[in-house]
């Protein structure tokens, strides 16, 4: 089977490429490559990681809105139509998305 990745975009800037390595009924699990754009998304993931984890739920889900309104897109490299809406969480070199 092939290797499964997208390129995650904002237009025509690279922000990352996540490289699937499970996945499950609701969440694929990636590794995660920064791209020449990622310096300027990063504090946003981190501001949404945060949050979740000191159980701020409203702070929480006013980073993930704002990370949706970056208009970001997985692009598959396989070819196919990019994915628009999709819930994306990134660590390190991690990265985890739902759509």
Known sequence: MAEQSWQLRQGE???GTLVLESGDMFWS?????PGP???EFAPLFAASRDAWR???EGAAL????TIYAQDL?????SG???IAEFLIRIEGEVARFRH
């Open 13 to 15: 800037r690279l922000v």
């Open 29 to 33: 699990d990636c590794h995660f490559e």
């Open 37 to 39: 754009a990622w310096e």
């Open 54 to 56: 000191r159980g701020d």
């Open 62 to 65: 006013a980073a993930d809105e």
């Open 73 to 77: 897109l997985l692009v598959p490299d």
């Open 80 to 82: 196919g139509a990019p």
